[in-house]
């Protein structure tokens, strides 16, 4: 067993663990962060998807120790106040999810995408998607969500424009 | 303004996206504190006949609480196949693999441990061994009998649909063009994100609860009751969130019930989920049906007569999927006014997965085999293969229409259907493009699908017509539960049914909680299935609804004093009203204060429902390459009068993703020994983002009389439509090069080699004609 000490939806924890307990199951049995699924064994699925300092990384794929010192942040920790990150409302208002199963996962692939491109276009996003899969939806909306989240974020900033041209 | 109709964002939603869903592995209920946890010895070899197990490094290894093997569970009955009378009775099935394995991932022996990882160590550890026998993987090798999955069977062939001998000798005799050609509508895995999965406890009064992720708790119930031999009361099955299963998370399966036959045993809660590797190899597979089909008419275009023999792979024990050939056959002639058809089916046992539902479940392969004959009619006779479909559709019908082979089809107008879709596709400006391209040589060559469908949604059984119960209550504070009998996994009942209840209440959708999947709480229900539950539980709930008001209406008047006659609802605020006096109201909730208000009503059906539609594909292929990437899916589903937009459009995107991945992409692959090579998500090629295009639907509603909401099923409709356009667009692509056919899923390898192949047909044929001629 080892300690390990990281930061989980912005609460620091210092936790004892097996050296090979997965982020997965440390998210989803230790911290009780039962949003991130487990999908496949080969890294392939992304329903466990969540952020690392940022980034999206499958966390299947991550043991816990790696992750000490980190921030991870889950689909629990994307709301704030009560309110729906824009990404979640954009699923949510494109009907961008079915059973829910990858959603989580797909929602943090997306919040990371748009991070790194916060105007795709639609070919971009499903090159950006290809490692989360989704049963249910044909993809076709969850694309429509992601689109329109960017360009939710991109209005204030074009109407930003307007006001000082 | 009616909220039918309208686009009502999902109230589901809030949860999946913030704390995600509930799903079986995600549930905490104290019942299930300190359970033990179950993994399954799978048979790595498809075929052998098993010498002995040794338990003794397993039972020693970390955290071991046991293990269990054939022995150990003599007591659970066989499983007998489906459908006794018709199949083969004596190919039954033990919960764990006994004298023989039939199938790579078969169960040989339970592990159980305290902690998952060490279970995952512990199986590895139990020693089987295995006198392996010769694999059953090729049809034709099944058929012949010469190895016996059953030695007691006599035979490999499970059932039998009609018989060669029935077959018309005559029954092409007049035509000027017949084309005869056989292929594989093959084997694809449902994989649903979330794999199979069970959680069980027994209280002390001996009553089991089990939380399985499924498409209908009564009916998974129904099967815990049978295979652990207890009573009805005896069993309370939960259904959590799921996560998905198109068809294959019906009824309890082997792994569901000796979760539960742990639990007993060890006198502990028990759970267990399984990896995608198992999922791969142990849920049922669907389709895996060989089809020949023979067509024949008039040079100019009408078809006289078709002929659909098929072979049901049914895999190792036979399950639903050996009697999906009965619904393939039963919708072998389509759309098509066709004078003179016939179909008959074997199925046959191979040491294989055994198949079962997957999104359509019999009626894609129908229309697969169908559509490809039109194709290769149209081809023979180079007639265009739209047109060779408008000239045989059955014309425009509002009464029932009977097809020779038994089907009751409701309403149809499925030239409409074919006019829409190609008008939304442009279809003669992407012919126009195909002919610039062929014409100019271009190494990316275009080509369009259409495919034509009816499918039957919401079909009853042999105990009587298809229906449906549902409870409605009202509560005092406004507020409203619906219990239904349904059972959704992302189709979004939560929201369907509270717009039917509250179109009817006027109590808004957000005050309404929907609960299913409780046995204790709805003892009777049919699940989701053949895209069976708006019509018949979305209608339940509408009666109810409706039978509430009556009731309502009595209590008012007497509320008000005054006669049920004069009052009129007011669905605006909820209330009843005086006809005359407005003052003189009471609120639908203030009526449930003295006395619980709430109506428990069945919907029965006269029938099954015929959806239908018009798919159009668009396709590039590189001729060099052979790589096919489909460019655009073009849509007309008409079921019905569609409640939710939202709604429907999501069911017709996930179907068409799942019928253009089965023409371009997925395959359950078994070698020559029966081994499986697609046994994970690195290797079953299940479609993603990066493969499909944005889908173009267009709509079109014919309603039924069959419900009062209008409604027929949409939920195969995708499947059932997009594969066989999609496969038909690849070909035609690479239809002037010489190529009839592409075997699914047309892989880059498949196109680029029936190019090959066609090229070299060419020039034996024309040893002087050019490469381009």
């Given at each position: 067993m080892m300690q390990v000490e990281l930061t989980v939806n912005g609460v620091q924890r210092s936790d004892e663990v097996e050296p090979r307990l997965l982020l997965v199951h440390y998210l989803r049995e230790v911290c009780g962060f039962r949003a991130a699924n487990i999908g496949c064994d080969t890294t392939s699925c992304g329903a466990c998807t969540v952020l690392l300092n940022g980034e999206s990384v499958k966390s299947c794929t991550v043991l816990t120790a790696q992750a000490a010192g980190q921030q991870v942040i889950t689909a629990e920790g994307?709301?704030?106040?009560?309110?729906?990150?824009?990404?979640?409302?954009?699923?949510?208002?494109?009907?961008?999810?079915?059973?829910?199963?990858?959603?989580?996962?797909?929602?943090?692939?997306?919040?990371?995408?748009?991070?790194?491109?916060?105007?795709?276009?639609?070919?971009?996003?499903?090159?950006?998607?290809?490692?989360?899969?989704?049963?249910?939806?044909?993809?076709?909306?969850?694309?429509?969500?992601?689109?329109?989240?960017?360009?939710?974020?991109?209005?204030?900033?074009?109407?930003?424009?307007?006001?000082?041209? | 303004m009616s909220i039918l109709g309208t686009r009502v964002l999902r109230t589901e939603d809030p949860r999946f996206l913030t704390t995600g869903g509930v799903y079986t592995e995600d549930v905490t209920d104290e019942q299930l504190a300190g359970a033990c946890h179950v993994f399954f010895v799978r048979s790595p070899v498809a075929h052998a006949r098993i010498s002995g197990i040794d338990k003794t490094a397993a039972l020693a290894a970390p955290g071991v609480l046991a293990v269990y093997t054939a022995d150990d569970v003599i007591e659970l009955p066989l499983i007998d196949p489906l459908a006794p009378g018709l199949m083969n009775a004596k190919m039954t099935r033990t919960m764990l693999a006994s004298d023989k394995v039939r199938f790579v991932g078969e169960p040989v022996a339970v592990v159980v441990t305290e902690d998952p990882y060490q279970g995952e160590d512990a199986i590895e550890l139990v020693d089987v061994d295995y006198e392996i026998l010769p694999a059953i993987v090729d049809l034709d090798d099944a058929l012949a009998d010469s190895v016996l999955l059953f030695e007691d069977a006599g035979t490999n062939v499970v059932a039998n649909f009609g018989d060669t001998a029935s077959l018309k000798q005559d029954l092409f005799d007049g035509c000027e063009a017949v084309v005869t050609h056989t292929f594989m509508n093959q084997r694809v895995a449902p994989a649903p994100m979330e794999s199979r999965a069970a959680a069980a406890a027994w209280g002390e009064d001996d009553r089991l609860t089990c939380w399985i992720p499924n498409q209908g708790a009564q009916g998974t119930r129904d099967d815990m009751v049978k295979y652990l031999k207890l009573d009805e009361g005896q069993v309370r099955v939960i259904t959590p969130d799921v996560g998905g299963a198109f068809g294959a998370k019906f009824g309890a399966d082997p792994e569901h019930v000796l979760v539960a036959w742990v639990a007993k045993k060890l006198r502990r809660p028990a759970r267990w989920t399984e990896t995608r590797f198992e999922n791969l190899v142990a849920m049922t597979h669907g389709r895996a049906q060989r089809h020949t089909i023979t067509i024949g008419g008039s040079k100019d275009g009408d078809v006289h007569a078709y002929r659909l023999e098929v072979i049901q792979d049914s895999g190792a024990y036979a399950r639903i999927g050996a009697i999906l050939p009965t619904l393939t056959i039963l919708m072998a002639s389509g759309p098509y006014d066709i004078p003179k058809a016939e179909a008959i089916a074997t199925a046959?046992?191979?040491?294989?997965?055994?198949?079962?539902?997957?999104?359509?479940?019999?009626?894609?392969?129908?229309?697969?085999?169908?559509?490809?004959?039109?194709?290769?009619?149209?081809?023979?006779?180079?007639?265009?293969?739209?047109?060779?479909?408008?000239?045989?559709?059955?014309?425009?019908?509002?009464?029932?229409?009977?097809?020779?082979?038994?089907?009751?089809?409701?309403?149809?107008?499925?030239?409409?259907?074919?006019?829409?879709?190609?008008?939304?596709?442009?279809?003669?400006?992407?012919?126009?493009?195909?002919?610039?391209?062929?014409?100019?040589?271009?190494?990316?060559?275009?080509?369009?699908?259409?495919?034509?469908?009816?499918?039957?949604?919401?079909?009853?059984?042999?105990?009587?017509?298809?229906?449906?119960?549902?409870?409605?209550?009202?509560?005092?504070?406004?507020?409203?539960?619906?219990?239904?009998?349904?059972?959704?996994?992302?189709?979004?009942?939560?929201?369907?049914?509270?717009?039917?209840?509250?179109?009817?209440?006027?109590?808004?959708?957000?005050?309404?909680?929907?609960?299913?999947?409780?046995?204790?709480?709805?003892?009777?229900?049919?699940?989701?299935?053949?895209?069976?539950?708006?019509?018949?539980?979305?209608?339940?709930?509408?009666?109810?609804?409706?039978?509430?008001?009556?009731?309502?209406?009595?209590?008012?008047?007497?509320?008000?004093?005054?006669?049920?006659?004069?009052?009129?609802?007011?669905?605006?605020?909820?209330?009843f009203a005086v006809a005359g006096d407005p003052e003189a109201s009471v609120a639908l909730a203030d009526l449930a204060r003295d006395e619980r208000l709430f109506v428990h009503s069945i919907f029965a059906a006269p029938g099954a429902t015929f959806p239908f539609g018009t798919h159009v594909a668009v396709a590039e292929v590189d001729t060099e390459t052979g790589k096919a990437t489909l460019q655009r899916v073009i849509t007309v589903d008409d079921a019905g009068i569609v409640l939710n937009p939202l709604l429907a459009e999501g069911q017709r995107h996930g179907g068409i993703a799942q019928g253009a991945a089965q023409a371009l992409l997925e395959e359950v692959v078994y070698d020559s020994e029966g081994n499986p090579l697609t046994a994970s998500f690195a290797d079953y090629p299940i479609v993603s983002a990066t493969e499909l295009p944005s889908f173009e639907l267009a709509s079109m509603e014919t309603p039924t009389t069959y419900n009062p909401l209008g409604v027929k099923g949409i939920g195969e409709a995708g499947t059932i439509g997009a594969t066989p356009a999609v496969q038909s667009a690849i070909v035609d692509a690479v239809a002037h090069l010489g190529v009839r056919h592409v075997e699914m899923p047309a892989t880059a390898m498949r196109i680029w080699r029936a190019v090959q192949a066609a090229k070299s047909a060419g020039s034996e044929a024309q040893p002087t004609a050019t490469e381009s001629a």
């Open positions: 994307l709301a704030e106040n009560g309110d729906l990150h824009p990404v979640q409302q954009a699923f949510r208002s494109e009907h961008g999810l079915q059973c829910g199963f990858c959603t989580p996962g797909m929602v943090m692939a997306a919040v990371s995408l748009l991070q790194e491109n916060p105007n795709p276009t639609e070919d971009e996003v499903r090159e950006g998607l290809e490692g989360n899969l989704c049963r249910c939806t044909g993809y076709h909306n969850i694309i429509r969500a992601v689109l329109a989240a960017a360009s939710a974020a991109a209005e204030p900033a074009t109407a930003q424009a307007e006001v000082t041209a | 046959v046992a191979t040491s294989t997965t055994p198949i079962g539902a997957y999104r359509g479940a019999g009626r894609p392969e129908a229309t697969a085999a169908l559509e490809r004959a039109f194709d290769l009619f149209a081809a023979e006779i180079g007639m265009d293969p739209a047109e060779v479909r408008r000239r045989n559709l059955l014309k425009k019908f509002t009464e029932p229409h009977q097809t020779s082979f038994g089907a009751l089809y409701d309403s149809g107008d499925y030239a409409a259907a074919l006019d829409k879709a190609l008008e939304a596709a442009g279809y003669a400006d992407v012919r126009a493009e195909q002919a610039r391209r062929r014409a100019s040589g271009d190494v990316t060559q275009v080509g369009v699908g259409v495919a034509c469908y009816v499918e039957i949604t919401g079909g009853g059984d042999e105990s009587g017509p298809p229906s449906e119960n549902a409870t409605v209550e009202v509560h005092p504070d406004g507020s409203a539960t619906i219990l239904t009998g349904t059972s959704p996994h992302g189709q979004g009942h939560s929201t369907a049914w509270a717009m039917i209840a509250s179109e009817e209440l006027g109590i808004p959708i957000e005050n309404f909680t929907v609960r299913w999947g409780d046995t204790d709480l709805i003892p009777v229900g049919g699940g989701t299935g053949g895209s069976r539950s708006l019509q018949q539980g979305g209608a339940a709930v509408q009666q109810a609804s409706r039978e509430l008001i009556d009731v309502a209406r009595e209590r008012a008047a007497a509320a008000l004093e005054a006669s049920a006659g004069d009052l009129r609802f007011d669905q605006g605020r909820s209330a």
